[in-house]
């Protein structure tokens, strides 16, 4: 496949909680993988196939959404819109993990066959499918009474990676402890919905419950959409390590509290931030993009931190294939932005940091440009120039290239 250089990269967030600020003005990648970060005269970035110019703007990594309600291609039966993991790519989304395809499944059945069923096949269905290039980590268990031993084995064997609790046919939320243990010891990553109830069909689940099934992740744990209250949200903090996954469909009063506590606790590493979209609260291709300009402009953390929470910090909570950073030998998932142009910032991180939301100028997944200019955030004030195969070609709109990688 074509070589990729970037050049010209003003400012660079890693995704690394541990240093989440880059120096390098430049960046290659060979066969999808970056390859080599630092200076231009050394990288070799210019000579590339393709080389985008992101004169002076900034390069984050692709945006990960741990909670993205994926059912079955590119369709939400809840919102009943087509294409939306197409559009997400353009609000600079690169990987999303399903929050359970049977939590949107329509008629999904409450039987341990039935929801064994449903997650392999989805896990299956989008290792070869990848709208706009979207890697998809789908085939999340929703855990049912029943789901034996030999269940949780096959599903691991069949790619199953995560699971999800809270909207199972339990008669009380405290009831999925043993699910959960199991599904745990085949590997999987397990989510539990808390606060209050979401959809009909899901049960509220407050601190007492979560501190006895001992799920990885709190889902949405500033509400999906009602919050656990104040002190239960403290005891989650104090009294766990469980990865705290902030949603933009929650509260963003609680979303705020639980960023100062983690950060008074010093468990920003346990703190990722997602959509939780398609819900009631609707498609937003913007989603986490604007979560990230909403916890750095109120929530007094440097846009490159709260970026590391939506990328490195979820690949590591989640035990995705990549690292969501932005260093040599991992995949190249990153988007280029700048300030909008009608902001007062002069760059992307100083926009962020006033909670305006960044125009997108290029988005890139495994090294192939996959958006040009977003069709979703506001225009950039500097757009990249994408250079395709050695001639002069600009890309001020997005490059049709195609809805699949495959
Ligand atoms: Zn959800």
Redesign the pocket.
């Known amino acids: 496949m074509p070589s990729l250089g970037l050049v010209n990269i003003g400012a660079l967030a890693t995704g690394a909680l541990s240093a989440p600020r880059g120096d390098a003005d430049s960046l290659l990648a060979e066969d999808g993988r970056i390859v080599a970060l630092g200076p231009a005269s050394r990288t070799g970035a210019a000579g590339a196939d393709v080389v985008v110019d992101c004169r002076g703007t900034t390069v984050i990594p692709g945006l990960i959404d741990s909670?993205c309600?994926v059912v079955l291609g590119d369709y939400t039966p809840r919102q009943k819109t087509v294409d939306f993991l197409d559009s997400y790519v353009h609000g600079g989304i690169t990987s999303v993990v399903s929050?359970?395809e049977g939590?949107h499944a329509p008629g999904r059945p409450h039987d341990p066959a039935a929801s064994k069923a449903l997650a392999i096949a989805a896990a299956k269905c989008f290792e070869h499918f990848h709208p706009n290039g979207m890697k998809v980590n789908a085939g999340s268990v929703v855990l049912e009474p029943g789901l034996t031993e030999d269940d949780f084995a096959e599903m691991a064997r069949h790619g199953v990676r995560h699971a999800?609790y809270g909207f199972g046919g339990y008669a009380h939320p405290r009831d999925g402890e043993p699910e959960v243990r199991r599904a745990q010891k085949h590997g999987l990553c397990v989510m539990s919905?808390s606060g209050g109830n979401?959809?009909p069909g899901s049960s509220p689940i407050t601190h007492d419950v979560l501190l006895h099934l001992r799920p990885d992740v709190c889902?949405?744990v500033n509400g999906?959409t009602t919050s656990l209250d104040e002190d239960g949200l403290r005891a989650i903090v104090a009294q766990t390590d469980m990865t705290l996954q902030i949603?933009q469909?929650g509260n963003l009063r609680s979303a705020l509290f639980i960023v100062k506590i983690a950060r008074e606790a010093g468990a920003l590493s346990r703190v990722c931030v997602a959509s939780?979209?398609p819900?009631g609260t609707g498609v937003m291709p913007m989603g986490v993009l604007k979560s990230v300009c909403e916890l750095a402009s109120l929530g007094d953390l440097a846009p490159e931190v709260v970026i590391a929470l939506a990328t490195g910090n979820n690949a590591r909570a989640f035990r995705l294939a990549a690292s969501g950073t932005l260093a040599v030998g991992q995949p190249a998932d990153l988007v280029v932005c700048d300030a909008p142009a009608a902001s007062l910032a002069a760059d992307a991180f100083s926009a962020i940091a006033r909670g305006d939301i960044p125009g997108i100028s290029a988005v890139v997944i495994d090294g192939r440009v996959q958006v040009g200019r977003s069709r979703n955030t506001p225009l950039a004030k500097r757009l990249a120039d994408i250079r395709f195969g050695g001639g002069p070609e600009m890309a001020p709109t997005p490059p049709t290239l195609g809805s699949s990688r495959h």
Do not use: M, N
């Open positions: 909670h309600h929050a359970g939590v999800k919905h979401s959809i889902g949405h999906g949603v469909a939780d979209t819900t």
